[in-house]
């Protein structure tokens, strides 16, 4: 999957025979998700993310941008104000590596440094792949999630996700070729196991390990009643989890005296 996303990028590249920006930059900034143990918060952050890029710039209004972004995840029923959610008592943290093509348009003509405008709000779209290992900590250590295969799967989930990552942000051009950035996007990856928690309680019995049986209803570890019976409800029953990313960038472009002229 990286390589075909390499790809893409490559060919967007060739699009436009005339000189051109090229752009590289870094972000910081949080990282959240909605999913079964946040069902309702689109905009709760929960770790945080980092990122490096690479852009084209074609004419002031369009680019394609070969992005990489590593985040952190975490939910945890103990702190939600939600009874039901305290009782199920799930938890998770993940980290997150995606790799994009990412497509950009600028609302106004936006060339650092030779051009006319110094800001511009823009929008993105674009598609890539994403790494992805839920984990929780259980008794004082912490266990990947996807080997246990805590709801009964006939094998684990896989590692990597295709992911559609789209949102929105602004530009300011603050001195020179330097740009700041500011951004907002949300993904929908093609998994429901961002948190390792999609469906409905197994039967305990029948999974791998004590400890797999113990990650898998959780909901008696302070009480002593376990409310997981078979096939009772486990998750939200959602066809996906969402993730997004808050990122605060900063960028150099490489403009030449030939650009858009």
């Not at 952050?45 to 690479?54: D, P, T």
């Not at 702190?79 to 943290?93: A, V």
């Not at 110094?118 to 250590?141: D, S």
């Amino acid at each position: 999957m990286p390589r075909f996303i390499i790809f893409l990028f490559l060919l967007g590249m060739s699009f436009s025979l005339q000189a051109q920006t090229w752009e590289i930059g870094g972000s910081i900034g949080g990282a959240g998700y909605m999913g079964d143990l946040n069902p309702n918060n689109p905009m709760k952050v929960s770790g945080i993310a980092a990122g490096l890029f690479v852009k084209r710039n074609f004419d002031g209004y369009f680019s394609a941008k070969l992005n990489y972004t590593f985040g952190q995840i975490a939910a945890a029923d103990s702190t939600s104000s939600d009874p039901q959610f305290r009782q199920r008592n799930l938890s998770f943290q993940t980290q997150l590596s995606e790799l994009s093509v990412i497509g950009e348009f600028n609302f106004f003509k936006y060339v650092p440094e030779a051009g006319q405008n110094r800001f511009t709000p823009f929008v993105y779209l674009g598609i890539g792949a994403l790494g992805y290992n839920p984990r929780a900590t259980y008794q004082g250590q912490t266990y990947d999630l996807r080997p246990l295969m805590t709801e009964g799967e006939s094998k684990p989930y896989p590692r990597i996700a295709m992911t559609i990552p789209y949102g929105a942000g602004v530009k300011y051009n603050f001195s020179g070729k330097w740009n700041f950035i500011a951004d907002i996007g949300y993904r929908n990856p093609s998994t429901d196991y961002l948190d390792d928690v999609s469906g409905l309680y197994p039967n305990k019995s029948k999974l791998a390990s004590p400890l797999a049986q113990a990650l898998s209803d959780r909901s008696g570890e302070n009480t002593g009643v376990y409310i997981g019976a078979p096939g009772s409800q486990r998750g939200d029953l959602r066809p996906k989890d969402t993730y997004f990313f808050i990122n605060l960038s900063i960028s150099f472009t490489f403009v030449s005296s030939k650009c858009y002229y």
